[in-house]
């Protein structure tokens, strides 16, 4: 598997990344049931890139709770008079995620896993490994576009000390299946090593992500539960 030739001196890091996962998919039975063609891999900018604090990678969900085309949310509304509040009721809103297809333009994506340069780069290896298994591990088991939910308050990682050790012992799992290197060899290089040895690092941008709003009706024909 070749990430570069002669003729294109820049390195597809994304087309890497999308492999390694892919590889990770298949290894462990916690994400066998990931479609790696229906996540998108896409790269960020760091603000501060000269900081290793903030985030590494996240993972976008492209649809709502439990796989829903669409959504409702309802906001307080107030009235004042004179600074008195004289009525209390509420707003609803309803939204949907744009359709967002793969770089080929062939695909409808569920997800996007965005790696943030040059500080996912500048980690180690066991922790760029670490980074990709975590945001993995926030797809929904059912992949419907949703991410995974934990009880309580902390829905999106429940405890998170209990997170990171789920993550570190799925890299365990992973490294001790003995993985082809070919998989896993481009982690070991810095940014600036990358820059050094290819040139240059290829990489893809989706769009932001901004919600949709759409009327009651159209809404409820997305999601019917809506229509409680």
Known sequence: MSHSSSSDKYFDYLQAVKD?????????RV??????????????????????????????????EDGALATRVTRPVKARLQGKVIAVGTSERYYKTPRVLSRDGKT???????IVQPRFHNLSVEEKIDTLIHELYHISADFNGDVRRFPGRNWQHGSKARYNLICQSLRKEWLQSDPEPRYYEFLQWRFNELLERFGGIRGYTYP?????????????????????
């Open 20 to 28: 390694l996962c892919g590889n990770l998919c298949l290894s462990l």
């Open 31 to 64: 994400f066998r049931s990931i479609k790696i063609d229906e996540v998108g891999f896409a790269l960020a900018h760091a603000q501060n890139k000269d900081s290793r604090f903030g985030r590494w990678a996240s993972m976008t969900p492209l649809r709502f």
């Open 108 to 114: 409808e994506l569920k997800y996007i896993l965005t």
């Open 208 to 228: 932001q992500i901004k919600l949709v709003e759409i009327s009651r009706e159209e809404a409820i024909r997305l999601n019917p539960k809506l229509r409680q």
